[in-house]
């Protein structure tokens, strides 16, 4: 047996506020995604039409016809819909941590950095629109050269 992640999936009631972190900010794309019976997006790392590649999916709520979306996936109250919940983050592999910080400071993003020396990683923390941590794991090298550089 074999297990990969997929995607990860985040209900919000506000579709704009997500597509200019994940892809304004972050840098990734919208692509496609199928005819569900409610809102939402499709997030790739690249600009794809490979369903396959979709890393972060986006539910939509229409507060003016909520059933598609309830009768799909569920109800869920909409005090629960900020922070991570159980799940403490969220992490992707990245490269270009010098563009990734000026495109933070840019949109107003606070971040957290982090290095983990026995890996290799300089983590950067961000909050997405709904709360959720995203992590952003970068080779130490980019940091090690930033700094000789300053």
């Not at 809102?39 to 709520?61: M, N, S």
């Not at 270009?96 to 957290?112: D, K, Q, S, W």
Request: hydrophobic share 45%.
């Amino acid at each position: 047996m074999s297990l990969t992640l997929n995607h990860f999936s985040i209900r919000s009631l506000d579709l704009p506020a997500c597509e200019r972190f994940y892809c304004g900010v972050l840098g990734m794309h919208i692509g496609p995604r199928p005819p569900f019976p409610f809102p939402g997006l499709w997030i790739y790392p690249e600009p794809t039409q490979d369903f396959a590649r979709a890393a972060v999916h986006i539910i939509g709520i229409d507060r003016n016809d909520p059933e598609g979306l309830k009768r799909y996936l569920g109800d869920r109250d909409e005090a629960s819909l900020q922070g991570t919940g159980a799940v403490d983050h969220v992490a992707f592999f990245a490269t270009g941590l010098a563009g990734m910080r000026e495109r933070l400071l840019a949109h107003g993003v606070a971040l957290r950095e982090r290095q983990v020396p026995v890996l290799g990683l300089h983590q950067v923390f961000v909050d997405d629109p709904n709360g959720v941590v995203v992590e952003l794991n970068f080779p130490a090298s980019e940091a090690a050269a930033l700094a000789a550089a300053a």
